[in-house]
Structures are given as structure tokens and as C-alpha cells.
């Protein structure tokens, strides 16, 4: 049944972690006009290459939000628009507050930037700092800066709203060298791993630069780096660390991937956690991230009254973040970020949150998982999980059904294979409208209806599961779940109507071809029924009610194309992306695709299933070889 409700790993020693470790005190400054670090205005001198009259240079650090200065209003898109920043004496600085504009207009937004720093070694040399792009929005931001020392400082704008450049302020920070001192004792940014020498061992005074720095100040995030590097000290205390600590995967944003590959429904955006929260449980997690790039936000979803909108989204800064659950639920990232936006893939801490059950594929044990569902589970909810698919069930069904998490997990990534295969996907092709999606495919509980297909996951009614929760049900009996996985994958560009149920089916049927199982299709009642309907003049396909009659029709042409048949049609729908005006002109490019795909003239074959032809469609697939056999009169629905 379908519903139609319609991230490269860390450089340990790199500037990516210079630049995060600045991040980490910085993103908790909720005022930088009266931060301790904040260059004051009158130790610089600012210059601009253009402006607008009235609205010079000068009104960027006034102090005053509501004024702003502008590029000229008519030289639009003459970049790069340059701000410059004069010191009076050389300055260690490590990032720019930069406020958009206040008054409710949107022109000048900085979309895109570059920063070059003047050498402070005589030499006057400008080297770039840094180069990147800044969400849409008047929202302030920080640019954070490899910390250094600098004469001067030179903002260019490279792409601003409108095709301006506009600044209500701007504001320069000195580097935090107490920060420094405390980040130095770490390798990386979720503050889980200590530096060592050469041989891999702890500074002998390790302890003492700790206590140290304890002594020197009270600020809370130095004594909470503090205490994570205590911990560390201790065998127990690096694994605990290393355990709480989650690689953030980037994915596509579902809504682009669906319209993308062309699909029906989008997949889930998800990456589990295993961890869940209770509502008003107070939780940190600590981002290691470029506080340049884009960032991943946190949801937690509460699936136990089977309501998928019970989700709430935290939005996550790089560093330390202190949060409290609105709500009780499961922990999920979401990261629709590819590499170019975000060239650093991010990487997550979680402290003081509830581990649920969580099975993954290749890397829970069965003695692993035997402990897990003997530990108290308050979220009562268990997932397991490939880098396919994510299943979120009751722990009292699992507890019920699941004979075998990894056989069921291994059956579900071969069904999976299998439809890539007839999706035509390989993500080994130089085209990447051909890559298998990046997202998941999530099966959840529900206590309405039976089975269904929406977007973001497939729901089963909680009496229902066992076909998709126990391997022998999966196998021997579960068309239910191959035909609602099947949804996920339909095209709509040959979905025309009346066929949302049927062209499933394909997907359906090819699952069965794969296990070498009994088709479904294979019965009496078929052949009987489909040698009735080529006996009635008056046949109508698109009148036909019984959906089974009418797969007849899509499967005869894999049975008289091959099985590569859909794969190529797929690709060549995939590659050749169109709008129809109407579903009449989808069911004529259907017939044309199907002609040229099997390089015959099907017109016999679509008239014979009492589909018309209109005259422009009949010209075009008459160039093809005619048809020689009568395809559709072969009834032998049983599996090749």
C-alpha cells in the first residue's frame, strides 16, 4: 500500500582543529560586543573599495546595529567588495563577527567570502586565511581564522544577496591562548584522545599542566576540558570515551535525492545513535566540527504512540553543547551535507544519555546483543541497523518475534541489492543519477492501517511485524514488506494511473525470481483471467480493476526482453528526466520507452493489452524491428 502524505576524516594535527578549538569557547559568546577577547574598534582602522553614499565604511563599527554600510546600488555584482582592516599594531586574531544588516532588508547578505591576512614580518604579504560560504539570513556569524599574527586583515566579498555586499557590523577578536593551552593537550575535537610522543606515550608532566591550568582559571569550559583529559588518564576512561564517540555520515538532503533519482517517495534522513533521552534529561554532546562549514542538527523522535511527528529538532554549535530534551525519544543526527559543503566530516560525543538496544550489522556481536536486551530499556524501543536500513520496533515485538537481528539484517540488505539491480543503480558508474541513494530505508510500527509506504519510512500495524522481524517469515512469506520497500522505489515517471499498485509489484516479483520462489503470478486464476481479457473487444487496461491482471503486462516484457529489461529502462528515465502535461502524455512515453528499449515496434503488444496508441507515438516506434512473436499471449507467469 503506498501513503502519499506527500560528510573526509580529521587532520589529528591539522588547522581544522586550530580552527575548532577557537570554536569551542567562541560559539558560547552569546554578546561578542562585550567579549573579553574583542579587539576594540580603536585599534583598527577600516577601508572599503566601494560604497554607497550615506552608508560609507564607517557605519560597520559604530557600535549602532541598525545602521549598516552598503556596496553601490547601481554596481551590483561587481565583486569581490573589500573590507579591509588596518591595525595599529600587529595582532594575534582568530576569527570575525560579522552582524548582516538589521533593518529587515535582505540585499548585501555575505552569501560567499574569502580573508587574507597582511604578514606582520615586514614583508607586507597578504596570504589567504580563509575562504567559505554563510546561510542566508541576518542572523550573526563567526568566521573563525587559523589564529596568527596579522598587520592587517582583508575581507573580500565574493557573492553577496542581490548581487551587493552590506555590514551592520563588524568586530575582530584576539586569539584565546588560554584555550590553546587546554586544547593542546587533545589530538581531537570530541576532546576523546590525548597527544602522546612518538611511541605512543603520555607527557610525564601531563598531570601537573593539568593541575596547573586548574589553578589558572575558573572558566567553565577549560575545567570541563580539564576533567575530560583526567579521565582519559585511565584505561577505563579512554574506552568509555572512544565508545561515546560517533563518526556523523554526510547524506543528501532527502527531498534533492528523491527528485534526483527520480523516486517516488523520500528515504529517511536518519542516522541512528542507539541512545535515546528522557523529556527535561539534561545531555552534552561535543561537536567536533569546522565551525566554518555547515553543522548537523540533533532530533529526538518518540515512536512508542506510534506518532511520527512527535520529533523535536536541537540545533548544534561546534564545541561543547548543554541541552535539555523537550521531549523523551531517540537521538538521531541528521547531516544533508555532501563534501563540497562540508569538506570535514563531523564527529559527535554523547555524555549523560540512555543506551537502547541497537543491533548493527557487522559490528554487534551476539554476546554484545544478548547484553543489551538483558539491561533495563525505559525507551522500551529496540532498533537494529545496516547502512541500508533501519528498523525501529516495541521491544515487546522484538522481544516476540526476532529469532536472528543479523540474519534479518543480511535478508534485508539482499533484498535491497536485489532492487538496486532492477533500479539499474551502480555506484561504480561515472554518472551518479546511477548511485544507489544514501539514505535509509527505516521500518517503524504503527497502529493504523496494516502495511504502508510514505515518505521517510514504511510503517507496519504492531500485530503485523513478524514478517519483517523474524528471517524465516521474511523468506518464506513476506511479500508485505517487499511490496512496501518495493513503493520506496517506484518511479513516478512511468506510475501512471491506476498502476501505483501494480508497478510495485515488479519489485515484488523480482524478489521472488531471486529466491527462486513460486511466482505469484503463476496461477490458474491468471492465465484464465488474462486469456479472458484478450477475448473481450472491448478491453480497456486502463478500466481494469484487478492489479495482479494488469502486472501481467509490465512482467510479460521482462519475460520476453530478459532481465535487464527494467534496469536499462530505469537508467534511461533516470538519465532523460522529463515533465508530463498529463497522464495520458506519461502512458505514450511509456510505450515509446518500452519500444526503444527493446529495439522492437511493441504496437501489436500494447494493442493487444487495450492500450491506445496516439498517432505521434505510433510514427515513432515504427522505426523500430516489428514485433515477430505474440508476446503477450505467452502465460507462463513462472519464475525464469
Not at 33 to 62: G, H, V
Not at 521 to 527: A, G, P, S, V
Not at 533 to 539: E, K, M, Q, S
Request: charged share 25%; glycine share 6%.
Amino acid at each position: 500500500m503506498k501513503v502519499d502524505f506527500r560528510w573526509n576524516s580529521f587532520s589529528i594535527l591539522g588547522s581544522f582543529l586550530i580552527l575548532f578549538f577557537t570554536a569551542v569557547w567562541a560559539s558560547a559568546q552569546e554578546k561578542p560586543e562585550t567579549a573579553e577577547f574583542r579587539i576594540p574598534n580603536s585599534e583598527f582602522t577600516l577601508s572599503a573599495n566601494a560604497w554607497e553614499p550615506l552608508e560609507e565604511i564607517e557605519k560597520a563599527a559604530d557600535g549602532n546595529p541598525k545602521t549598516h554600510w552598503h556596496s553601490p546600488w547601481k554596481k551590483a555584482g561587481t565583486y569581490p567588495y573589500s573590507i579591509e582592516m588596518k591595525f595599529r599594531e600587529p595582532q594575534n586574531v582568530d576569527r570575525i563577527w560579522y552582524l548582516p544588516r538589521q533593518d529587515g532588508g535582505k540585499n548585501g547578505f555575505i552569501l560567499q567570502y574569502e580573508v587574507w591576512g597582511q604578514k606582520a614580518d615586514g614583508s607586507e604579504n597578504w596570504e589567504k586565511l580563509q575562504t567559505g560560504k554563510l546561510p542566508y539570513g541576518a542572523a550573526s556569524r563567526f568566521i573563525f581564522l587559523k589564529p596568527g599574527t596579522w598587520s592587517a586583515l582583508r575581507l573580500n566579498i565574493l557573492e553577496g544577496f542581490g548581487g551587493f555586499g552590506s555590514i551592520a557590523e563588524l568586530a575582530v577578536f584576539r586569539t584565546d591562548e588560554l584555550l590553546q593551552k587546554a586544547s593542546g593537550l587533545f589530538t581531537d575535537g570530541t576532546f576523546s584522545a590525548l597527544k602522546t610522543d612518538a611511541d605512543g606515550n603520555l607527557p610525564n608532566d601531563l598531570k601537573e599542566k593539568i593541575d596547573a591550568l586548574r589553578k589558572e582559571t575558573e572558566r567553565p569550559d577549560i575545567q570541563k576540558m580539564l576533567q575530560c583529559a583526567e579521565t582519559l588518564l585511565t584505561e577505563e576512561g579512554k574506552a568509555a570515551a572512544q565508545k561515546n564517540v560517533l563518526e556523523v555520515l554526510r547524506k543528501p538532503c532527502p527531498v534533492a535525492e528523491s527528485e534526483f533519482l527520480q523516486l517516488g517517495f523520500r528515504w529517511s534522513r536518519f542516522q541512528p545513535t542507539g541512545r535515546n533521552v528522557e523529556a527535561g534529561q539534561k545531555f552534552t554532546v561535543c561537536l567536533e566540527a569546522d565551525p566554518n562549514e555547515p553543522l548537523p542538527t540533533l532530533l529526538i523522535q518518540d515512536l512508542r504512540t506510534y506518532d511520527w511527528n512527535k520529533v523535536d529538532t536541537l540545533t548544534l554549535q561546534a564545541g561543547w553543547n548543554t541541552l535539555e530534551a523537550p521531549r523523551a525519544g531517540i537521538l538521531y543526527i541528521m547531516n544533508p551535507h555532501n563534501e563540497n559543503a562540508q569538506k570535514n566530516a563531523p564527529r559527535i560525543r554523547f555524555e549523560n544519555v540512555r543506551l537502547h538496544p541497537f543491533f548493527q550489522l557487522g559490528k554487534t556481536s551476539a554476546e554484545e546483543w544478548k547484553a543489551m536486551m538483558e539491561k533495563e530499556n525505559p525507551m522500551e524501543m529496540v532498533e537494529l541497523a545496516s547502512s541500508r536500513v533501519l528498523l525501529t520496533f516495541s521491544e515487546k515485538n522484538v522481544r516476540k518475534h526476532l529469532d536472528d537481528p543479523q540474519k534479518v539484517l543480511e535478508q534485508f540488505d539482499f533484498l535491497l541489492d536485489t532492487y538496486a539491480r532492477l533500479m539499474g543503480f551502480d555506484d561504480s558508474d561515472p554518472n551518479p543519477v546511477h548511485h544507489r541513494p544514501k539514505n535509509l530505508l527505516h521500518l517503524v510500527e504503527t497502529e493504523r492501517g496494516f502495511m504502508y509506504a510514505t515518505w521517510y519510512r514504511t510503517a507496519y500495524h504492531f500485530d503485523a511485524v513478524k514478517p519483517v522481524l523474524n528471517s524465516e517469515e521474511f523468506i518464506q512469506n513476506d511479500w508485505g514488506p517487499w511490496h512496501e520497500l518495493g513503493h520506496m522505489h517506484q518511479m513516478d515517471a512511468y506510475e501512471f494511473e491506476g498502476t501505483t499498485e501494480v508497478t510495485v509489484n515488479i519489485f515484488s516479483l523480482t524478489m521472488q525470481t531471486a529466491l527462486k520462489q513460486k511466482a505469484r503470478t503463476d496461477t490458474e486464476w491468471m492465465r484464465e483471467e488474462t486469456t479472458r481479457y484478450f477475448h473481450d473487444p472491448d478491453r480497456n487496461y486502463h478500466a481494469e480493476g484487478d492489479v495482479f491482471m494488469k502486472l501481467g503486462m509490465f512482467w510479460q516484457l521482462r519475460m520476453a526482453f530478459g532481465e535487464d529489461f527494467y534496469p536499462r529502462l530505469h537508467r534511461h528515465y533516470r538519465e532523460n528526466p522529463r515533465h508530463f502535461a498529463d497522464n495520458e502524455a506519461k502512458v505514450q512515453h511509456f510505450m515509446k520507452t518500452a519500444s526503444l528499449i527493446s529495439g522492437k515496434n511493441l504496437e501489436p503488444f500494447f494493442t493487444a493489452w487495450g492500450m491506445p496508441m496516439a498517432d505521434e507515438t505510433l510514427q515513432e516506434i515504427r522505426k523500430y524491428a516489428p514485433l515477430e512473436e505474440k508476446i503477450w499471449l505467452d502465460l507462463d507467469f513462472s519464475n525464469p
